[in-house]
């Protein structure tokens, strides 16, 4: 599996950036894809995830509100769009993608986000700067 994510830059605090991950090489299976930060000092954050088998999502509570994360099946992408920018949204932006398989049904969504990270599949990052 390979990931290019894409989009990031430098914006002032209000503003608006969509991060893009194309996604290439699957085997047929049913994944998740997410997006990670990490800002220098910060320990690294799950962002947000989308699930293939029903489309469902999760969104951290430090985004929710003001980050939306979709996909186009077509254009194999997933997209994470982000409002109302914050410096401390700043850092660099990370996919990444795991089989659903691997994530167990009754654990919670941060948990889920933790399987997503150890054992998943990580594209390069795109930074993102927002300034005061």
């Known amino acids: 599996v390979q990931l290019q994510a894409s989009g990031g830059g430098l914006v002032h605090t209000g503003g608006s950036l969509r991060l893009s991950c194309a996604a290439s090489?699957?085997?047929?299976?049913?994944?998740?894809i997410a997006w990670f930060r990490q800002a220098p000092g910060k320990e690294r954050e799950g962002v947000a995830c989308?699930?293939?088998?029903?489309?469902?999502?999760y969104h951290a509570d430090s985004v929710k509100g003001r980050f939306t994360i979709s996909r186009d099946n077509a254009k194999n992408t997933v997209y994470l769009q982000m409002n109302n920018l914050k410096p401390d949204d700043t850092g660099v932006y990370y996919c990444?993608?795991?089989?659903?398989?691997?994530?167990?049904?009754?654990?919670?969504?941060?948990?889920?986000?933790?399987?997503?990270?150890?054992?998943?599949?990580w594209g390069q990052g795109t930074l993102v700067t927002v300034s005061s």
């Open positions: 990444v993608t795991a089989r659903e398989s691997l994530i167990s049904a009754t654990i919670s969504q941060e948990e889920a986000m933790r399987v997503i990270a150890d054992f998943g599949s």
């Open positions: 090489g699957f085997t047929p299976d049913y994944y998740a």
């Open positions: 989308i699930y293939d088998t029903d489309g469902s999502t």
